[in-house]
């Protein structure tokens, strides 16, 4: 298990470094906020559907089945993922000169701070599950189900984010999203817990995260 989480960071943050710069090759920089925001909605919504559907399988399969099935689901659908994003523009190597305008102290200062939330918000998502079941008094559908609460909230606030970072620019968006997740562990450790309200209180704290 240790392998196959460690080979999937890691091919998980090769992807995401080049996505990133790749992505703004193709997309204008006066509506990346608002694209962002659609593509947000349009994967949320998807996602809606795959946690709901995940939860309904996990209630009804008895053992690892319905785990096993619904991670073969995924791997399908991510080689499907592969193949579209192979047909999207651009993406060529920069030319050396390139490379070296590119470099700066406030990227790189940028890089180590994405890299620390990373790390502080990784092992939590990790965790979060077995908390929710363990120490909160959920089942392991409700557990999965809750993650439909942070879905609607992107949903809900996703395009006014969006619109937010194209207004005011990205960074007053980016500290207060920062704020959010510093004071999501809070709100874990105060909910009422093993109580009729805890899944009720576990999904506004999902939903407003």
Known sequence: VALCVG???????????????????????????????????????????????????????????????????????????????????????????????????????????????TIAWGPLGSFLPLFREQQAGLTTSQAVWLQTGGLLGGLAAGYVWGWAADRYGGKPVILSGLLLIALTPLAWMLMPRFSPWSPYAALAIALVR
């Not at 349009?42 to 690892?64: C, E, F, K, M």
């Open 7 to 117: 080979g999937f960071a890691i091919c998980r943050a090769i992807g995401e470094t080049g996505s990133y710069p790749w992505a703004q090759e193709y997309i204008p920089a006066g509506v990346r906020g608002k694209f962002a925001a659609s593509d947000n909605t349009i994967g949320t919504i998807a996602s809606l559907v795959s946690v709901t559907i995940a939860g309904y399988v996990l209630d009804r399969t008895p053992g690892q089945t319905g785990f096993m099935a619904l991670i073969a689901v995924g791997v399908v659908f991510g080689l499907l993922s592969v193949w579209g994003s192979g047909r999207l523009p651009g993406g060529a190597p920069l030319a050396a000169a390139d490379a070296k305008q590119q470099a700066s102290l406030g990227k790189l200062l940028y890089l180590i701070a994405a890299s620390l939330v």
